[in-house]
């Protein structure tokens, strides 16, 4: 049973074009993240929600869009790809968003924007 | 902003060999986590630390935090080929759980 999933796990798309991943937490927890790893394997994060809110939005351009309609799940929605997108992008959850809370991590969600 | 450098970068070892990963920090943590990386997998959580001196164990793996909560230490005993992969410290300081991770040092064990 995979505690945090996240589809599709690879996806390659047009510039342009509008895609969304989405994500799924069965662990009860409360907080949701999306990370996003670059080419040099840097990972940042970009967004945090908690029971449905937003509680953190980093510097990431208004074409990215996290939509929760529940706390279980937290889906990224992207318009007008470009070729910068390409990343790693990782799901993850939390019990609470605190500090001492482990952070569990999807297995990632591969997008090559050509 | 919060930085973490990791060293080395790259590692590559004789399996069997012990090795050590850094992570430092310029300001006080208030939570450090390690994560291993593999191609295609997810980030697996290893160990958090939060206290300054703990030291936690899992396996042949032991990570420590030293007093003043500004560097870390990833210690692999005997390693293996199981244990390549990228290993991540992340660690956060503020009151929401916000990780900002380095920039992760790749480990290949050579059979």
């Known amino acids: 049973d995979t505690a945090v999933s996240q589809t599709p796990k690879y996806l390659v798309t047009q510039m342009g074009n509008d895609k969304s991943i989405k994500c799924e937490q069965n662990?009860?927890?409360?907080?949701m993240y999306w990370y996003k790893q670059d080419s040099k394997k840097f990972l940042k994060i970009m967004f945090s929600?908690?029971?449905?809110?937003?509680?953190i939005n980093e510097t990431v351009p208004n074409r990215f869009s996290p939509k929760s309609p529940d706390k279980a799940h937290l889906n990224l929605h992207i318009n007008s790809l470009e070729l910068g997108d390409s990343a790693v992008y990782f799901c993850?959850?939390?019990?609470?968003?605190?500090?001492?809370?482990?952070?569990?991590f999807g297995e990632g969600s591969w997008l090559t924007v050509v | 902003s919060q930085e973490l450098e990791q060293s080395p970068q790259s590692l590559i070892v004789q399996e069997g060999k012990n090795l050590t990963i850094n992570c430092t920090s310029s300001?006080?943590?208030?939570?450090l986590y390690w994560y291993k990386q593999k191609y295609g997998e997810g980030l697996i959580f290893l160990m958090m630390?939060?206290?300054?001196?703990e030291e936690k164990s899992h396996e042949k793996i032991t990570a420590k935090l030293d007093e003043k909560k500004q560097q870390s230490s990833l210690h692999i005993t005997a390693s293996q080929p199981s244990h390549a992969g990228i290993y991540l410290c992340?660690?956060?300081?503020?009151?929401?759980?916000?990780?900002?991770f380095g920039t992760g040092t790749r480990l290949t064990v050579i059979p």
């Open positions: 630390l939060q206290k300054g001196g």
């Open positions: 993850a959850s939390s019990l609470r968003g605190q500090r001492q809370d482990t952070i569990y």
């Open positions: 662990l009860g927890h409360d907080t």
């Open positions: 929600y908690n029971n449905k809110e937003l509680i």
């Open positions: 300001k006080t943590l208030y939570g």
């Open positions: 992340g660690a956060s300081n503020t009151g929401a759980n916000n990780l900002f």
